[in-house]
Antibody, heavy 116, light 106 residues
Framework: QVQLVESGGGVVQPGRSLRLSCAAS????????MHWVRQAPGKGLEWLTF????????YYTDSVTGRFTVSRDNSKNTLYLQMNSLGPDDTAVYFC?????????WGQGTLVTVSS | DIQMTQSPSSLSASVGDRVTITCRAS??????VAWFQQKPGKAPKSLIY???SLHDGVPSKFSGSGFGTDFTLTITSLQPEDFATYYC?????????FGGGTTVDI
């Protein structure tokens, strides 16, 4: 069955960087588009970024454009999110999700806390 | 960006009830709507995509409808495990956007 496992979260100081990973298993990773979505404490869901099945197409929401970079390594079945210039507003649980024609499957999330 | 206006923001219900949650898009999004269930401290779970198609393994007590700008999620025979927060999402156009959520509690 589809399994997505995020890792790389933790406590980071403002202005620093962090890279999240999402390890995929149970399906042909290279055949699916992927997304990152986050949820700040006590808040709703916020979509962040999309990457096509082969990495050729990427899209970002305005609040992370220029700071976050999505990538994937289909040989390792892994999705990445490089996050730079982190600020307190980036504190959230970060989820990766697989998409197939609007049908999403979710990972369990990893918590990122930006604090000095 | 497309705004998804979800209502109500919360509702109280009892076991066995039928509940309906609505979502209105700020522009025509065809049937490119998904619905998710989320419990506290947990990841979202997919319920519906394509406005009315059930995600694999989701029971038929959940149903979705709508096209264009107005969409509904209906849950019949509410059970204790159904008390959660529900979100709609449009994927017709990037950036993808979510509704504000509806918390269903007792």
């Amino acid at each position: 069955q589809v399994q997505l496992v995020e890792s790389g979260g933790g406590v980071v100081q403002p202005g620093r960087s962090l890279r999240l990973s999402c390890a995929a298993s149970g399906f042909t990773f290279s055949g699916y588009a992927m997304h990152w979505v986050r949820q700040a404490p006590g808040k709703g869901l916020e979509w962040l970024t999309f990457i096509s099945y082969d990495g050729s197409d990427k899209y970002y929401t305005d609040s992370v454009t220029g700071r976050f970079t999505v990538s994937r390594d289909n040989s390792k079945n892994t999705l990445y999110l490089q996050m730079n210039s982190l600020g307190p507003d980036d504190t959230a649980v970060y989820f990766c999700a697989r998409e197939f024609y609007g049908d999403f499957s979710w990972g369990q999330g990893t918590l990122v806390t930006v604090s000095s | 960006d497309i705004q998804m206006t979800q209502s109500p923001s919360s509702l109280s219900a009892s076991v066995g009830d039928r509940v309906t949650i609505t979502c209105r898009a700020s522009q025509d999004i065809n049937d490119n709507v998904a619905w998710f269930q989320q419990k506290p401290g947990k990841a979202p779970k997919s319920l519906i995509y394509g406005a009315s198609s059930l995600h694999d393994g989701v029971p038929s007590k959940f149903s979705g409808s709508g096209f264009g700008t107005d969409f509904t999620l209906t849950i019949t025979s509410l059970q204790p495990e159904d008390f959660a927060t529900y979100y709609c999402q449009q994927y017709n156009r990037r950036p993808l956007t979510f509704g504000g959520g509806t918390t269903v509690d007792i």
